[in-house]
């Protein structure tokens, strides 16, 4: 079983079209995929570091797997490697624009991967640990290439809290016996999705982020809505 997973297809886009089911999935890791799971899935983008995937190996099974992490260091509050709950966690909104600003040319690499995707072969599924931080500004990148309005954007992106908010309450319970209430705040609000969190990317970015930062020109846009919407 796969978390947090959802189709994007339906969502629309700028133009009156809409994304086609089937094309573009996004998910929290895949240590518990069964083959039913990734049935229509052709390829699998992996956006942890090393040491997550070590920890916690994806199952795949017949699909392609890229491992593509957006960094390769232990980030408190981004990345879930053993250690990450039990210490206190940054403002994960500060995080949010450290993401977009430092690593830059990751998402390049990983929304050319998607974007050149072979969609006849199946759909292409990206996910880090849990689906939120990475996943999250992956997912919001795509829908922006795809001119999907940011209010839906980000409805699509806090959709997260609806699986993540119990096993937050959860963690946030347990983490607080075994380090105080401080530390269990700041790992509750890291396992949530916020507004405040992807607005913060939003702003880091600025207006001319994919042109510019990513290079990603209007013809290779334009190729890609031409595939994904309908």
Not at 100 to 107: E, K, M, Q, T
Not at 155 to 172: F, G, H, M, Q, S
Request: proline fraction near 3%.
């Amino acid at each position: 079983m796969i978390q947090n997973m959802r189709d994007l297809g339906g969502l629309p886009a700028g133009d009156g079209r809409k994304i086609r089911p089937g094309m573009l999935i996004r998910s929290a890791q895949l240590a518990q995929a069964d083959a039913e799971d990734l049935e229509h899935v052709a390829a699998v983008i992996d956006l942890r570091t090393i040491r997550e995937r070590e920890e916690m190996p994806d199952r795949v099974h017949s699909c392609r797997y890229l491992p593509m992490p957006v960094f390769d260091e232990f980030k408190p509050g981004v990345s879930h490697e053993g250690e990450a709950d039990r210490q206190r966690l940054p403002d994960m909104a500060v995080l949010y624009g450290i993401l977009v600003r430092n690593y830059a040319d990751s998402f390049r690499k990983i929304l050319t991967a998607i974007m050149q995707h072979d969609f006849s072969e199946g759909a292409v599924l990206w996910h880090c640990t849990e689906g939120k931080d990475r996943c999250g500004i992956t997912t919001a990148l795509v829908l922006e290439l795809l001119g999907v309005d940011r209010a839906v954007i980000l409805e699509d992106y806090l959709k997260t809290n609806i699986v993540n908010r119990p096993k937050a309450a959860a963690i946030r319970a347990k983490v607080a016996e075994e380090r105080g209430e401080e530390i269990a705040e700041s790992v509750y609000r890291a396992y949530l999705a916020d507004e405040r969190y992807l607005r913060s990317a939003w702003e880091a970015m600025g207006d001319r982020f994919i042109s510019e930062k990513l290079g990603i020109g209007e013809d290779a846009i334009a190729a890609f809505r031409s595939t994904v919407l309908e």
